[in-house]
């Protein structure tokens, strides 16, 4: 299992900012739990984040399905 990384390790391993980061965990763009008041994610998923040109999208309506 990968060990659990704070978001300003994250920020530091990614060149993303930690509330940058803190966003995508909350929306679920990034893998992640919350513990207290503080999100923990790991190196894999900041990776498999950075890897997936969908999710890194600047388009918020490119994957929405149309009804």
């Not at 994250?10 to 940058?20: I, M, Q, V, W």
């Not at 008041?37 to 969908?54: G, I, N, Q, S």
Request: with cysteine; aromatic share 8%.
């Amino acid at each position: 299992m990968d060990e659990s990384i704070t978001l300003i390790e994250a920020a530091a391993y990614s060149g993303l900012s930690a509330s940058h980061l803190a966003l995508l965990c909350r929306t679920g763009k990034v893998r992640a739990v919350k513990k207290g008041r503080d999100w923990f994610t790991t190196r894999k998923a900041v990776a498999e984040y950075l890897a997936d040109a969908e999710k890194r999208s600047r388009n918020p309506y490119k994957n929405r399905q149309r009804a």
